[in-house]
Nanobody, 116 residues
Framework: QVHLVESGGDLVQPGGSLTLSCVAS????????MYWHRQAPGKGREMVAA????????IYPSADQARFTISRDNDKNTTALRMESLRPEDTAVYYC?????????WGQGTQVTVSS
């Protein structure tokens, strides 16, 4: 059974940094693309970053997300999202997700709040 568990969300001041983690189980982790999405209050989910199986290639849909860095550790079945220079508009629930055998799996999310 695919299982994704995020952690690391917190209240942080504008300009601060935070690293989110996602522990995966129940599938061949190193074979799958891992994604981070976020959902701000009153808005839809948007993709923040993606990383391919080997970790060599990443996707960041928005130039604004140059402040973010996605990584993965295939030995530990984890993916991380490092976020720098955080802004109030980065406030959201952050989710990791993946596709396995045509099905989309999501974690429960972790709350990031950027506020002074």
């Amino acid at each position: 059974q695919v299982h994704l568990v995020e952690s690391g969300g917190d209240l942080v001041q504008p300009g601060g940094s935070l690293t989110l983690s996602c522990v995966a189980s129940g599938f061949a982790f190193s074979r799958e693309v891992m994604y981070w999405h976020r959902q701000a209050p009153g808005k839809g989910r948007e993709m923040v970053a993606a990383i391919f199986g080997t970790g060599e290639n990443q996707i960041y849909p928005s130039a604004d997300q140059a402040r973010f860095t996605i990584s993965r550790d295939n030995d530990k079945n984890t993916t991380a999202l490092r976020m720098e220079s955080l802004r109030p508009e980065d406030t959201a629930v952050y989710y990791c997700n993946t596709w396995v055998d045509g099905k989309n799996y999501w974690g429960q999310g972790t709350q990031v709040t950027v506020s002074s």
